[in-house]
């Protein structure tokens, strides 16, 4: 059976690996699974049969056989339970490493996202400034938090997993804002998953995808 | 072995059952599994004795003989993993039951909870109530969504799960918001799942704590 997911044809963040296919397409670069990908426009992406797939109409999506799934979350770890390398075999290891998977994406990301749709959304309105430092000091929090739980340690709890594979990537959308700075341990953190091979062909596959786009 | 949680002395929504403990002691209730509550209050659950065990400084925790963990996603996963009642047996539908636990909490979620913390944070700003239209127009697209799959099913995927859970209790945010009288089958989906003897068991446990603090 072929695993299939679906991503942006020309992302929008114009191949910087932060749209969602690329938490999936890592996941499954560390667990040494191939996979094939169907390209989605912001057009079809809100028709029918994409809609059938994904009720939001969002990217990404993964299909095996008989079974379709989304939500980037629920994918990564569907692979992570299928397939050694994502989670420890400890259970009460397993369940902490399941724990930062939400985190990162419930507690961690959504002050990041808001920010994110903040710059496009309010860009012009003029509150826009006020309310980005308002953002700004809720992702501070959330990383001053993350920061002292890591302390000098290379991952969230134990040895790399799921959890710290979202976690990389959540953290990564602060990439251009400076936010991170103040935390060289977060950054290094970040460092410490881009650096992972499994990261890098990942990466490069989703570029690929947009570098070819854009020549077309 | 004893399983505790953490939740509020004096929950800010008065005993409306929106706090997360909710969420974990519906879970319990639904497979049996009888639990302690450690109160806290917003000064000790910023303290390093509970940052130990939830690093964001929030609630729910989870305790299980050595086992601790945080992030009411996972807590509800651990428990719908260990015991019947929350999720398939069958591994295909397992895998979409979760996909809609991840969905609830990160595509469903998200907006309502800006909103909510707009309402407190952003009341006084001259531009309070042009962003609140905007993010209402964010949870009404998630809401077509939502209700279009939904259609005339009384749950999301099959049988009664850890999905929905989670997806009623955060649907519930909006009792009092007017957004969820479009959706007449999303308002149904909630009623059901508030009809369930789990989750009466579970609201009129964390009431009688916020109704003995309050009387005390």
Known sequence: MTITITAFEKSPDRGRG????????WALEEVGQPYEVRLVTFKTMKEPAHIALQPFGQIPTYQDGDLALFETGAIVFHVAERHAGLLPSDADARARAITWMFASLNTVEPPILEREATTYVERDKDWYHERLLMLEDRIRVRLAQLSRRLAEADWLDGAFSAGDLLMVTVLRRLENSGLLDAYPNL????????????????????????TSASSA
Chains 1, 2 share one sequence.
């Open 18 to 25: 932060l749209a969602r296919d690329m938490r999936v397409r």
């Open 187 to 210: 950054s290094a953190y970040v460092a410490r998953g881009k650096a992972r091979p499994a990261y890098k062909r990942a990466f490069d596959a989703q570029l690929a995808v947009f």
